[in-house]
C-alpha cells in the first residue's frame, strides 16, 4: 500500500535559518505530491504541491521538488519566520487509491 | 466565503453515548470526507463520499457512521461514543477525487473527548 514517512519532530529554529524536513514515500504508480500545514487550533491547509517527477512546488517561500528516484519530497525554506510555526504534513494521492495518504506531521517551532 | 464549517468545536461525551459531528461546505464539491487526527499517527480516513447518495469506508470507519443526503452536507455520527474514539476530527472536501492536483480543503476541526 501507500504510505509517507516524515522527519520525526519536534523542530526547533532559530528565525532566519534554515529548514529542512524530510518526506519519503512509497506508492504504486505515479503519485501526486503535497505539503499540508497546520498553524494552531486551525484545520491543515495547503502549502504546496507537486503533480509530476522534477516538479517544484513553492509557496510562501518554501519549496519542494518531486524527486521520482529517490522517492522524496523533502521541504526547504531559507530564512524561516516566528510566524513559520506550525505543524506540517507531507502528502500523497494516488489514482489508484483515488485517497489522500498523510505522513505523521512534524511540528515546526521559530523562536526570536 | 464559509469554505468547510465544522460544528461543535468541542464535545465531551460519557462512554456509550451517540452524538452527530456537523460539516457543511459551499464550494460546491463532489467530494467530502472525515479524518481523524491523533499524535504520532497523522490523520487517518474515517469515511468518505465522491457525491450525494454515496458512501464508503476508509481507514479506520469501526465505530462511525456517514450519509450524503446533500452536496452540502456530511454528518459524521457516533453511535456509542468510546474512549479511543477520543480525538480531533476534521471534514475535508475537494472538488474532485479523479483529480490529481485537486487539493482538500479542511475544516478547524472538532475536539472530542471521551470519559
Known amino acids: 500500500g501507500n504510505s509517507v514517512t516524515q522527519m520525526e519532530g519536534p523542530v526547533t529554529l532559530s528565525e532566519e535559518a534554515f529548514l529542512t524536513i524530510n518526506c519519503t514515500y512509497t506508492?504504486?504508480?505515479?503519485?501526486?505530491l503535497f505539503w499540508y500545514v497546520q498553524y494552531p487550533g486551525e484545520g491543515l491547509q495547503l502549502l504546496l504541491k507537486a503533480t509530476k517527477a522534477d516538479d517544484k512546488g513553492s509557496n510562501k517561500g518554501f519549496e519542494a521538488t518531486y524527486r521520482k528516484e529517490t522517492t522524496s519530497f523533502h521541504l526547504e525554506k531559507g530564512s524561516v519566520q516566528v510566524s513559520d510555526s506550525a505543524v506540517y504534513f507531507c502528502a500523497l494521492y494516488s489514482g489508484s487509491a483515488r485517497q489522500l495518504t498523510f505522513g505523521s506531521g512534524t511540528q515546526l517551532t521559530v523562536l526570536p | 466565503n464559509a469554505g468547510v464549517t465544522q460544528t461543535p468545536k468541542f464535545q465531551v461525551l460519557k462512554t456509550g453515548q451517540s452524538m452527530t459531528l456537523q460539516c457543511a461546505q459551499d464550494m460546491n464539491h463532489e467530494y467530502m470526507s472525515w479524518y481523524r487526527q491523533d499524535p504520532g499517527m497523522g490523520l487517518r480516513l474515517i469515511h468518505y463520499s465522491v457525491g450525494a447518495g454515496i458512501t464508503d469506508q476508509g481507514e479506520v470507519p469501526n465505530g462511525y457512521n456517514v450519509s450524503r443526503s446533500t452536496t452540502e452536507d456530511f454528518p459524521l455520527r457516533l453511535l456509542s461514543a468510546a474512549p479511543s474514539q477520543t480525538s480531533v476530527y476534521f471534514c475535508?472536501?475537494?472538488?474532485?477525487?479523479?483529480?490529481?492536483?485537486?487539493?482538500?480543503?479542511f475544516g478547524n476541526g472538532t475536539r472530542l473527548t471521551v470519559t
Open positions: 475535508a472536501s475537494s472538488y474532485s477525487d479523479r483529480r490529481r492536483e485537486s487539493p482538500l480543503h
Open positions: 506508492a504504486t504508480g505515479y503519485p501526486s
